[in-house]
C-alpha cells in the first residue's frame, strides 16, 4: 500500500494531524502516517518578510521521510513565501514526492472570524488534496469547484470542494493503472 507521510514542522496541533491522517488515507487510498516533529529550519526565516520559504521544507523533507514513503506532506503553522509572491498556502514538487502546506492562512481567526473548527478542517484537507494532486502529477485546474483550482485567496478555497473534477479523477486513475500512485 501506499504510504503518504505527514512531517510536522514546529507547533502543529497533533488532533489537525490526526484529522489529515483520517481523511487523506480514505481520499487517497493510502496508509498515512505522522511523523516526529522537529523544528522549523532557521535558515527558511526571513525577518523582514517575517515569512519562512516554502520551498526549504521541501528540501528538509528530503532528510526525514521513512523508507518507503511514497508521497511526504509537511505541514506548518507559520506563514509561507516563494519569492514571486507575497504568500502561499502550500507548495509541492510536481510529478514528485514532496509538498508542504501551511495552516496559518486557514485559521478563521485570521480573518477575524471566529474559530470554526469544521470550516478549518476542510480547509486544510483540501490545501493538503490539492498539493498531493500536484505530486501526482496534476497542474492547476479551470474548474472553480475542482480541489485543483488554484488559491489566490481563502475564497478560493472556500469555494472549491474537497475532491477532484472528473477531468482530474479521470487522470488520477491513469496514473494509478500505471501504478505509479
Ligand atoms: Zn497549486
Ligand atoms: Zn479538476
Known amino acids: 500500500m501506499s504510504i503518504i507521510s505527514l512531517q510536522p514542522f514546529g507547533d502543529v496541533d497533533f488532533s489537525i494531524l490526526c484529522y ?8 487517497l487510498s493510502a496508509e498515512c502516517k505522522i511523523g516526529k516533529q522537529v523544528d522549523l529550519p532557521e535558515k527558511a526565516f526571513d525577518p523582514s518578510r517575517k515569512q519562512y ?12 521521510l521513512p523508507d518507503k514513503t511514497l508521497k511526504g506532506l509537511a505541514v506548518v ?24 502546506i501551511s495552516l496559518f492562512r486557514l485559521h478563521p481567526q485570521y480573518y477575524g472570524q471566529p474559530q470554526d473548527i469544521e470550516i478549518y478542517q476542510k480547509r486544510i484537507l483540501k490545501e493538503a488534496v490539492h498539493e498531493i494532486g500536484h505530486t501526482i502529477g496534476l497542474g492547476h485546474c479551470s474548474d472553480s469547484r ?9 475564497e478560493d478555497t472556500d469555494c472549491k470542494r474537497e475532491s477532484f473534477c472528473s477531468n482530474c479523477l479521470d487522470y488520477l486513475v491513469e496514473e494509478s493503472e500505471e501504478a505509479k500512485f
Open 77 to 100: 503553522d507559520v506563514d509561507l513565501y516563494v519569492p514571486r509572491l507575497s504568500f502561499v498556502f502550500g507548495e509541492a514538487e510536481v510529478e514528485g514526492k514532496h509538498a508542504v
Open 20 to 27: 489529515l491522517r483520517e481523511e487523506l488515507s480514505k481520499k
Open 53 to 64: 520559504r516554502s520551498t526549504m521544507f521541501l528540501d528538509q523533507l528530503k532528510t526525514l
Open 146 to 154: 475542482c480541489v485543483m483550482h488554484f488559491s489566490n485567496s481563502i
